[in-house]
Structures are given as structure tokens and as C-alpha cells.
């Protein structure tokens, strides 16, 4: 007999998405709600990541012994249940991202104040001579989720993000002001360059000088470890 369930009731009883979810009208979506179902599915995603962490589990854990029975020490049907459900979130998210990212393409293309900047792919991204003098951050790093990739890459909690790759607040201050819209920037980032290796420089507080230091660290997203997304961590933009 298979292990009483824990999981389904949980995952009946709560939910980080809205009311009355779905994803067959994106395009008319504006960019600030789709920014909010954007967060809604992923915070969604680490819940139900969180409840096949509690089955001891994760996507890729079978689910039947060695000779090929069903175990009996987890809850099969919960687990089945959560992995589809996990699947097709993962699914609604990459809709979502590319969505977004046309919705975003748009809005910059209809807009002709380029303000000395240079257009690359409708986005407006200003000169960046990667001047390191300003140290200007654009996004600290919260809640990093142990042996994710963030882990991996020796960041640590509160570190404030001065350049991730091709990001710096030069080209990302147009942003400001739009919910997540900087996020967003990261987070097409990432899934475009997934497996490749990401410099990314931080500023640091040191309480033994009681002053912040300069970090040139290096960051590859992937999503070959136990947890979910390619980052491993919480980014609040600044």
C-alpha cells in the first residue's frame, strides 16, 4: 500500500495563482499584468517544487524500485499529479516570458524618443562603455535557494548587482518605474544564454572595512540541479 497523501490537499487548498487563471489571452494583456501572472506562475512553481521536496523527490526521482514495482514509501499519485502540474506551469511560463518580451518589443518601438540610444531588436539600449566608476546597482539578490546556481556562483544574499553581463543600470534605468520590467530584462537574459557562463560583477558589504567591495563573479544558469528555474534566487530590482 502506497503512502497516505500529504501533498494533494496542500496542493488543492493552495495556490499562488489568481483566480480564474489562464493564459489564452496574453496578447491582450498589458505589460504590468502580464509582469504580475509572470511572478503569480513562478511563485507557483517554487510552491509545488517545495511540496515534491517535502515527498523527498524531485522531477527526474523514479518512482518505482528496482524490480519495477510502484514504491511504497511515497505518494505516487500526489507526485504525478504535482510533475504535470509543474510541466505545464513550466509551459504557461515560457508562453508568458515570450509574450512578454513581444509586448515590451512594442511598446519600445512605438516610442520615438530615443534619448542617444541605440535600437537592438525594438529595444532602445543606451551606450554602455561599461564605466565601473559609477557603481551604479540595478538589482540585489534575496532568498537564494541552496545548490542552485546562484549558490554555485559564491553570491550571497544582499549582494547588489552592478553589471549582470550585458545589463547595467545605463542601459536598464529606461525601465525604471515599470513593475519587474528590469526582472524581465534578467530573465530573458538568462533563458537566452541558459549553459553559458555569465560575468557578473557585485558590490559587496565588508563589515571588516565597514564599506562595500567589488566583486567580478561568474554565474552559469541552468536548470540541471534540485530545484526549479535557472537562477536559484530571488532578484528585487532597484
Same mark, same amino acid.
Given at each position: 500500500?502506497?503512502?497516505?497523501?500529504?501533498?494533494?490537499?496542500?496542493?488543492?487548498?493552495?495556490?499562488?495563482?489568481?483566480?480564474?487563471?489562464?493564459?489564452? /489571452?496574453?496578447?491582450?494583456?498589458?505589460?504590468?499584468? +502580464?509582469?504580475? =501572472? !509572470?511572478? %503569480?506562475?513562478? $511563485?507557483?512553481?517554487?510552491?509545488?517544487?517545495?511540496?515534491?521536496?517535502?515527498?523527498?523527490?524531485?522531477?527526474?526521482?523514479?518512482?518505482?524500485?528496482?524490480?519495477?514495482?510502484?514504491?511504497?514509501?511515497?505518494?505516487?499519485?500526489?507526485?504525478?499529479?504535482?510533475?504535470?502540474?509543474?510541466?505545464?506551469?513550466?509551459?504557461?511560463?515560457?508562453?508568458?516570458?515570450?509574450?512578454?518580451?513581444?509586448?515590451?518589443?512594442?511598446?519600445?518601438?512605438? /516610442?520615438?524618443?530615443?534619448?542617444?540610444?541605440?535600437? +537592438?531588436?525594438? =529595444? !532602445?539600449? %543606451?551606450?554602455? $562603455?561599461?564605466?565601473?566608476?559609477?557603481?551604479?546597482?540595478?538589482?540585489?539578490?534575496?532568498?537564494?535557494?541552496?545548490?542552485?546556481?546562484?549558490?554555485?556562483?559564491?553570491?550571497?544574499?544582499?549582494?547588489?548587482?552592478?553589471?549582470?553581463?550585458?545589463?547595467?543600470?545605463?542601459?536598464?534605468?529606461?525601465?525604471?518605474?515599470?513593475?519587474?520590467?528590469?526582472?524581465?530584462?534578467?530573465?530573458?537574459?538568462?533563458?537566452?544564454?541558459?549553459?553559458?557562463?555569465?560575468?557578473?560583477?557585485?558590490?559587496?558589504?565588508?563589515?571588516?572595512? !565597514?564599506?562595500?567591495?567589488?566583486?567580478?563573479?561568474?554565474?552559469?544558469?541552468?536548470?540541471?540541479?534540485?530545484?526549479?528555474?535557472?537562477?536559484?534566487?530571488?532578484?528585487?530590482?532597484?
Amino acid at each position: 500500500m502506497t503512502k497516505q497523501s500529504q501533498v494533494t490537499p496542500s496542493f488543492d487548498h493552495g495556490t499562488a495563482l489568481p483566480p480564474n487563471y489562464r493564459i489564452d /489571452n496574453l496578447s491582450s494583456m498589458s505589460f504590468k499584468d +502580464l509582469s504580475d =501572472l !509572470k511572478t %503569480a506562475v513562478q $511563485n507557483e512553481l517554487f510552491r509545488l517544487g517545495a511540496l515534491l521536496k517535502d515527498q523527498n523527490v524531485t522531477m527526474d526521482t523514479s518512482i518505482l524500485t528496482a524490480d519495477g514495482y510502484p514504491r511504497g514509501d511515497i505518494d505516487i499519485v500526489a507526485i504525478r499529479h504535482l510533475r504535470n502540474r509543474i510541466i505545464m506551469l513550466r509551459n504557461d511560463f515560457d508562453k508568458i516570458i515570450d509574450q512578454l518580451d513581444k509586448t515590451m518589443t512594442q511598446q519600445f518601438q512605438n /516610442n520615438d524618443d530615443t534619448n542617444g540610444s541605440v535600437s +537592438l531588436h525594438g =529595444l !532602445k539600449i %543606451a551606450d554602455n $562603455n561599461n564605466n565601473k566608476e559609477t557603481l551604479q546597482p540595478f538589482m540585489v539578490i534575496q532568498d537564494i535557494l541552496p545548490q542552485s546556481p546562484v549558490f554555485q556562483g559564491s553570491f550571497q544574499v544582499d549582494d547588489k548587482i552592478v553589471e549582470f553581463d550585458t545589463l547595467t543600470y545605463e542601459n536598464t534605468s529606461h525601465l525604471t518605474g515599470q513593475k519587474n520590467a528590469k526582472l524581465f530584462e534578467v530573465a530573458r537574459l538568462v533563458k537566452a544564454k541558459q549553459n553559458q557562463s555569465l560575468g557578473v560583477t557585485v558590490l559587496r558589504y565588508d563589515p571588516t572595512i !565597514k564599506d562595500y567591495k567589488l566583486l567580478e563573479l561568474k554565474l552559469i544558469p541552468h536548470s540541471n540541479w534540485n530545484g526549479l528555474g535557472l537562477l536559484g534566487c530571488k532578484l528585487v530590482q532597484i
